[in-house]
């Protein structure tokens, strides 16, 4: 099926850097969600993006929506070892279908 | 409270088994999806139940049979699965109609066939 380009593929990062990664599409959406996967574990919803230019926090990640509406950023800040695992972008398209388009991850490993 | 429950989680089957994922959640969501994902490659698209009507099937194998008994529970039928079935199976729901498009996924249900 579609999926969004998200980069970066992998990253390595020393613990307290912080972070960026983002999603990039040739359609647009009216909503983007970010989620983190622990191995053998569900996406676990972190920020949900509904309007271009929006700009939402939670704790220390930030994410926003972009403003040509076909593409986000995630960034982490003073990242921390239990920040490890594997990110996903996730795009709504405008026609209303329940088809949601992922990204490829973004697979994050701190060093401590 | 945003939680999708899903059991087993994990499960172990012959490829003349059958069994059946199980998937419920009380958010008052209307739509319910079966995702299946493979190591290290995104959530895969199977079913997707809106209204408990099936509203999407991605040309899934018929080895494999949704089920809706009400707004609340999904369930996934496996019957003469193959070894490349195996993967985590993730149930998801979401508001269906209305404004918001936040989409929750239970932990999954690791499928091994062997």
């Known amino acids: 099926g579609q999926q969004l380009n998200q980069s970066p593929q992998s990253m390595f990062i020393q613990e307290g850097e912080d972070v960026s990664m983002n999603c990039t599409s040739s359609?647009?959406?009216?909503?983007w969600l970010w989620y983190k996967q622990d191995p053998g574990e569900g996406p676990v919803l972190l920020i949900a993006l509904y309007k271009a230019g929006e700009l939402t926090s939670n704790g220390r990640l930030t994410a926003q929506f972009g403003i040509t509406r076909k593409d986000s950023f995630l960034n982490i800040s003073a990242s921390i070892p239990s920040d490890v695992g594997i990110y996903f972008c996730a795009g709504h398209p405008t026609s209303g279908t329940y088809k949601y388009i992922f990204g490829t991850g973004t697979r994050l490993k701190v060093l401590a | 409270d945003t939680e999708v429950t899903q059991t087993p989680k994990h499960l172990v089957m012959g490829m003349t088994n059958k069994k059946s994922l199980k998937c419920e959640q009380h958010?008052?969501?209307?739509?319910m999806y079966w995702y299946k994902q493979k190591a290290k490659k995104p959530p895969e698209l199977m079913f997707v139940?809106?209204?408990?009507?099936?509203?999407i099937n991605e040309s899934v194998p018929s080895r494999f049979s949704p089920e809706c008994p009400n707004s609340s529970l999904l369930n996934l039928h496996l019957h003469a699965l193959q070894p490349e079935d195996s993967a985590l199976y993730l149930c998801?729901?979401?508001?269906?109609?209305?404004?918001?498009?936040?989409?929750?996924f239970g932990e999954g249900s690791r499928l091994t066939v062997l």
């Open positions: 958010m008052g969501h209307r739509a």
């Open positions: 359609s647009i959406f009216n909503t």
């Open positions: 998801a729901s979401s508001q269906g109609q209305g404004p918001s498009r936040e989409l929750f």
């Open positions: 139940y809106s209204y408990e009507k099936l509203s």
